[in-house]
């Protein structure tokens, strides 16, 4: 295995051979997930929230002797998985300027950071961001679904890095850090946002396929993905290894891949994470997704995953292009231009602050012009 960092550490020996003939042995079949079907669905369900759900505590189902108990700070290291294409290596780069700038803000307690780069070969930001180049998985065994090399990156970062912190934050590219990010785990249980679209209970007879009945209910799987999740590193060590093998059985069982679709190594790692006896504290503040989540408030991340466009008015025309328009996917080739332009009044506040975000990190970041 090829091993080139950036962030320190070294070797310290093998242990992925068996893993690897494991997945040679797999054979996968790739299915499509309907997105705007689940954006309509989600639609519908932030229209019947209530005022009151939106007061409650935002710790969802932290453990009852946990509840207020004070902690010492406890540092986390900052990692995410990326690959070495255009689209990835620009939101990686506005990804490390905003953890830099709110690393030194009070109140946050990050740590180190590394760029898993899944490639298998160094690129060129490897002396801007803290980077390990580990391997992707074999040709075509992703079948196109490339986030499924993103467990097997995990599993072999864990094996060789020297990790400083106790703790470590699963995160992506396109997240963006608005406030100070404390350790949100608390004693032995993690923390984790709770998605709207990964529901367990609604796929008990899928889900029983890896996690068996004498395992325990099914409401023991959480409904999460595994970013953003901070985590102790110990846990992680164990459960990333089963957690690539639960995604590489997912793919291979058409009924599961055809109903978990692109989320499915999400579903994979919490049945991981259930098979290891470990739940999460649903932090619902972790992060917010605009243009569905209108304000920033006390959040902690902003995940750009959905496209924002709207017409002049302010008003969403999400599943048309609309007349102002921020959507990722719309730079699949190089980094979005400088100064971006601000929306129109009436776009929600989320919007507005994601795009000063942008243009703030590509007004200072070096050589963004040059697309690096």
Not at 107 to 132: A, C, K
Request: charged share 20%.
């Amino acid at each position: 295995m090829t091993w080139v960092s950036r962030a320190g550490g070294g070797p310290k020996g093998g242990g992925v051979s068996s893993i690897f003939l494991l997945i040679l042995g797999l054979v996968f079949a790739f299915g499509t997930y309907n997105l705007v079907s689940v954006v309509i669905r989600y639609q519908m369900d932030r229209a019947v929230e209530s005022s009151a759900d939106l007061l409650v505590d935002p710790v969802v189902r932290m453990p009852r002797d946990r509840r207020g108990a004070a902690s010492a700070r406890k540092l986390f290291h900052v990692a995410l998985t990326a690959t070495d294409a255009p689209y990835s290596r620009w939101q990686c780069r506005i990804m490390y300027y905003w953890y830099k700038k709110v690393k030194a803000m009070e109140g946050s307690d990050m740590g180190g950071f590394t760029r898993i780069l899944h490639s298998g070969y160094s690129d060129n930001l490897m002396d801007e961001i803290p980077t390990v180049v580990v391997q992707p998985l074999p040709p075509g065994l992703d079948r196109g679904y490339i986030v499924l090399n993103r467990p097997w990156a995990f599993v072999q970062w864990l094996e060789n890095a020297t990790i400083e912190e106790d703790y470590i934050l699963m995160s992506e590219p396109d997240h963006v850090f608005v406030n100070p990010l404390p350790n949100l785990a608390a004693g032995g249980y993690p923390a984790a946002f709770p998605f709207f679209y990964i529901k367990p209970t609604e796929h008990e007879e899928i889900i029983r396929k890896y996690y068996p009945v004498e395992r325990g209910p099914v409401t023991n799987v959480d409904p999460i993905g595994n970013s953003p999740v901070i985590i102790h590193k110990a846990q992680l060590e164990k459960i990333a290894p089963t957690w690539m093998n639960v995604s590489l059985k997912m793919k291979s069982d058409p009924e599961t891949d055809k109903a978990f679709g692109w989320v499915l190594e999400m579903y994979a790692y919490a049945v991981a994470s259930a098979l290891h006896g470990v739940q999460h504290i649903l932090r619902k503040d972790f992060m917010i997704q605009p243009p569905w989540d209108l304000e920033v408030g006390k959040s902690f991340i902003i995940h750009y995953t959905y496209g924002c466009d709207y017409n002049m008015k302010g008003e969403l025309t999400y599943g048309k292009i609309g007349e102002w328009r921020f959507d990722k996917r719309s730079h699949l080739q190089g980094p979005p231009p400088r100064n971006i332009s601000l929306p129109p009044p009436g776009v929600p506040e989320s919007v507005v602050t994601l795009v000063k975000k942008v243009n703030e990190a590509t007004a200072n970041i070096p050589g963004w012009d040059n697309g690096r």
